[in-house]
């Protein structure tokens, strides 16, 4: 399994990043790379801000921000927020105070988060072997298994202690799908 633990100290409320300026600075903590450039890679996804925060809260690790390590960022930080979603879930779901129909939903969650990250890894090894259909059907596939936990409280019907999280998974991989297309659609 990956490394997702590295980041797990995030916020477990926040359904977004914090603002570049919070984690940018000349110091090296933000990208090497200028904020124009990784804007207008940025702008061949969805969710934009998303994107650029990805690059100043993850881009230390890259020597050069370009598509393929804003890519690598997005996977990186799908997996880190997964396994962490994931974690909350057993947590919930071990709570005494869950009623039994949300501990059965929230075990499909589980089920369907370690999924998830199984496959983030494999259209991960797809986009290296440069198999656009694999990659796009492993990823479409994380973002289905983030919906489907939705679907799960919906029909007991309960309220989705997850979907902020989830709704905020979704927009990540999005994003790597996007990018993935970006890269792959170039040829190598």
Do not use: W
């Amino acid at each position: 399994m990956m490394a997702t633990h590295l980041f797990i100290l995030f916020s477990l409320s926040s359904s977004l990043l914090p603002p570049a300026s919070a984690t940018s600075s000349p110091g090296g903590h933000g990208p090497s790379k200028d904020d124009g450039d990784i804007a207008s890679i940025c702008s061949h996804t969805d969710y934009v801000s998303l994107c650029i925060n990805a690059a100043h809260t993850y881009g230390h690790a890259y020597a050069v921000i370009d598509a393929a390590s804003l890519l690598g960022m997005h996977i990186h930080m799908a997996s880190d927020r997964t396994q962490t979603v994931k974690d909350l879930a057993s947590l919930l779901a071990a709570k005494p105070s869950s009623s039994h129909s949300v501990k059965q939903a929230l075990a499909i969650c589980i089920k369907l988060y370690g999924d998830a990250l199984d496959d983030l890894v494999k259209g991960s090894d797809a986009i290296k072997a440069r198999d656009e259909g694999t990659a796009n059907s492993m990823l479409s596939g994380v973002i289905s298994y983030y919906s489907t936990c939705d679907d799960a409280f919906t029909e007991i019907p309960a309220s989705n202690p997850l979907s902020k999280q989830d709704g905020t998974l979704m927009h990540i991989v999005s994003n790597a799908l996007a990018l993935a297309h970006l890269i792959l659609s170039k040829g190598p």
